[in-house]
């Protein structure tokens, strides 16, 4: 008659019990996952330079894309329609000054707002070529501010004629 032989279950001698390999392994995934997701986050976060940020950096802000932030001047805002490009100033508290150059359609907020993010380059001419530029919009609603006009009467933006 044959035999069968029952084989022996060998406990785990190792370093560390099972228990704790399995929470030590938990503990590095999850590791893992917040450190992806942290750095995925830090990634989107919105920062801007102000007008002294910008000045303070030299060199670099002719090589590098910026976002820089300002206040709109009031009165310096030029759009060609016909290009679809825009031209304003921006000043700091400093008495800095920016000149502007944008390629693109405004923000709708843009002549009502004060202050501007304008993202791009600055060029050798000291003018700072937009690729993006974001209206902050005012941080309370007051009606009374507002300038209602007829649909019939043209807006007051200084459209220039595009010859």
């Known amino acids: 008659m044959a035999t069968a032989s029952v084989p022996e279950i060998k ?7 099972r228990q704790t390999k399995l929470l030590l392994g938990a503990f590095v995934i999850l590791g893992a996952i917040g450190f992806i997701v942290f750095n995925a986050l ?6 801007f330079m102000t007008l002294s940020e910008m000045k303070a950096k030299g ?3 002719y090589r590098e894309t910026v976002r820089v932030g300002g206040n709109l001047v009031p ?3 030029k759009v060609d329609t016909k290009n679809v490009t825009a031209q304003f100033t921006l000043t ?3 008495n800095n000054v920016l000149p502007v150059y944008y390629k693109g359609i405004l923000p709708d907020t843009f002549e009502k707002s ?4 304008a993202e791009g380059k600055l060029d050798k001419n000291g ?8 209206a902050k919009c005012p941080s309370k609603y007051d009606p009374s501010k507002i300038d209602w006009y007829s649909s019939t009467q043209p807006g007051n933006l200084n459209y220039s004629t595009g010859q």
């Open 11 to 17: 406990t785990d001698k190792g370093f560390l019990p």
């Open 92 to 94: 700091d508290d400093q």
């Open 75 to 77: 009165n310096t805002t």
């Open 42 to 47: 830090a990634g989107n976060q919105q920062y």
């Open 59 to 61: 060199d670099l802000a």
């Open 127 to 134: 003018v700072f070529q937009a690729s993006l530029v974001l």
């Open 114 to 117: 004060t202050q501007v993010i």
